[in-house]
């Protein structure tokens, strides 16, 4: 995906952003796909991964499965 096919996308950005961090927004109501982005770049090149595999990543996340 895109920018020249993220139109009508709506893109989030964690409630834990601020202006001094290197963060990534979301946009999940793609079908099928979750769309990422850079929120410092959002003109910048998206990457979208199949959107089972997102939540099992986010699952992950919040079950401290998947640690820094």
């Avoid at 996308?9 to 290197?22: F, H, I, M, P, V």
């Avoid at 990422?36 to 986010?58: H, M, T, W, Y």
Wanted: proline letters at 9%; glycine letters at 8%; one cysteine or more.
């Amino acid at each position: 995906m895109n920018s020249d096919n993220t139109d009508g996308l709506t893109w989030y950005k964690s409630s834990y952003s601020n202006a001094t961090q290197a963060c990534v927004e979301v946009a999940p109501d793609a079908p099928g796909v979750v769309p990422v982005r850079d929120s410092k770049a959002p003109e910048g090149p998206i990457l979208s991964f199949p959107s089972n595999s997102f939540a099992q990543f986010v699952a992950g996340v919040k079950t401290g499965e998947l640690s820094a």
